[in-house]
């Protein structure tokens, strides 16, 4: 797995903690308010740090190398007969 394969997987992946905390704490967790707290608390941190790690490598590349090709990572969504409305991330 190349650096760029691993950024384009990292950056899809950031949104995922916090939506999974909110998963956990709506079902198990929510008469536990300190540790739901907790895990929100860590679920955003961990974001942070997924973020940081895309950036401050992008930072380290340069802006000439991801200006010709940008991170750019696209889902279709929502197919609707012949129009399919996409989803997805760019880093650039």
């Not at 969504?77 to 996409?86: Q, T």
């Amino acid at each position: 797995m190349t650096i760029r394969q691993l950024l384009e997987t990292l950056t899809v992946l950031i949104p995922l903690p916090p939506f999974l905390a909110f998963v956990l704490i709506v079902l198990f967790f929510n008469r536990w308010k300190r540790l739901s707290h907790s895990i929100a608390i860590g679920a955003i941190a961990l974001s942070f740090l997924m973020a940081q790690t895309v950036f401050w490598t992008v930072v380290g590349w340069g802006g000439e190398a991801l200006y010709e090709h940008p991170i750019a990572v696209s889902v279709p969504w929502l197919p609707s007969g012949e129009h399919v409305l996409s989803m997805g991330v760019m880093v650039d």
